[in-house]
């Protein structure tokens, strides 16, 4: 059976924030403000590790409407758990892209509005 996307993406996004994969690798696979999010995070390294490697150990979703996902994922890395959630959109060309990525702890700063 094929994987789910929030599946692919909890993998894609944790292989980012843990610092195996430069964030750039992740610019096809985003839209909107996603990306700078996802920067922002990966700038700090959040779920760098000195010892265990962080790995997904569950996953969750709610379908808001058609082609829209939300989605958490439990983070963990030894006997550390982190909480991430992700929005994932379906475009016209029915590819998913992550729209949103948070981390518990501070946020990305948002622009102001002009």
């Known amino acids: ?13 944790l292989a ?21 999010e996802l920067a922002w995070l990966a700038e700090r390294g959040p779920l760098r590790t000195r010892g265990a490697r962080p ?8 379908v808001p409407r058609d082609g829209a996902l939300e989605a958490f994922a439990r983070i963990g890395a030894g006997d550390q758990l982190r ?8 475009g016209q060309d029915l590819r998913w ?3 949103a990525v948070e981390l518990g702890g501070p946020r990305a700063p948002r622009p102001q509005d002009d």
Not at 2 to 11: E, M, N
Not at 18 to 27: E, I
């Open 97 to 99: 892209r992550c729209t």
């Open 1 to 13: 059976p094929q994987p789910r996307p929030t599946d692919l993406f909890a993998d894609l996004l």
């Open 16 to 36: 980012v924030l843990s610092g195996q994969r430069p964030v750039h690798s992740m610019l096809r696979h985003t839209a909107g403000r996603a990306y700078d």
């Open 83 to 90: 909480a991430m959630a992700f929005r994932l959109e379906q």
């Open 55 to 62: 790995v997904v150990r569950d996953i969750g979703y709610y």
